[in-house]
């Protein structure tokens, strides 16, 4: 379905920058930095307890390449979407369970996030200063093997992000950008498939990166 947004978003952006934009850029970008999560708990029936026994804060490193395709409207002002066509795979975890009547369990869990998209307006402060903002949208499939019987559907997790970047010319229409950036997601829950009194939801998602981008202009 995100590919299917993508390509009709891109299609727009080009009918339009056709008739209407000063100029059309194309590009890739790599990305690196930290997220922090602020609040993650398992809720079994009335009782909820933090995801971890360490708490429900939690940070982690992360690095990302994508690719974005824009139009400038004006010399101030230009729209785009960037596309990741990865997906980003956490470490998978396990823990062992007692089951009454049984012997012990193994619990193993995955996540993966697949076509995420920001489909975001730059507004140049300068020549070579910009600020930026956007709307971001992504695929949260999990990948558990659940002794204790039962799944959790797969789902999506939208937010916005911020940022502020330099952009310097280079020849033959190419430019290279800095920017630093700032995303904060909505909090996210799914229930188990089999026990709907099992549900684990993940609250404030952030996210702080710096990105390093390459492209040209046409």
Avoid: W
Wanted: proline share 1%.
């Amino acid at each position: 379905m995100k590919k299917i947004i993508i390509t009709l978003t891109s299609c727009i952006f080009l009918l339009f920058g056709n008739a209407n934009a000063v100029g059309f850029n194309i590009g890739g970008s790599l990305t690196g930095g930290v997220f922090s999560v602020d609040g993650a708990t398992e809720k079994n029936a009335d009782v909820s307890k933090a995801a971890s026994a360490e708490g429900e804060d939690a940070e982690g490193l992360y690095a990302i390449g994508s690719v974005f395709t824009e139009v400038t409207l004006t010399d101030k002002i230009a729209v785009g979407v960037d596309y990741v066509p990865h997906a980003l795979e956490t470490n998978q975890v396990s823990n062992e369970q007692e089951v009454v009547g049984s012997s012990k369990v193994t619990n193993t869990a995955e996540v993966h996030i697949e076509d995420m998209f920001t489909i975001y307006a730059s507004y140049f402060l300068t020549d070579s200063f910009y600020a930026k903002a956007g709307y971001t949208q992504a695929d949260v499939l999990t990948v558990e093997n659940l002794g204790t019987g039962g799944a959790y559907p797969d789902t999506d997790i939208e937010g916005m992000m911020v940022g502020i970047g330099y952009t310097k010319d280079l020849e033959e229409g190419m430019f290279v950008r800095l920017e630093a950036n700032y995303s904060d997601f909505d909090s996210v829950k799914v229930t188990n498939s089999n026990d709907s009194t099992k549900s684990v939801t993940v609250d404030g998602v952030q996210g702080y990166g710096a990105r390093l981008s390459i492209g040209k202009s046409f």
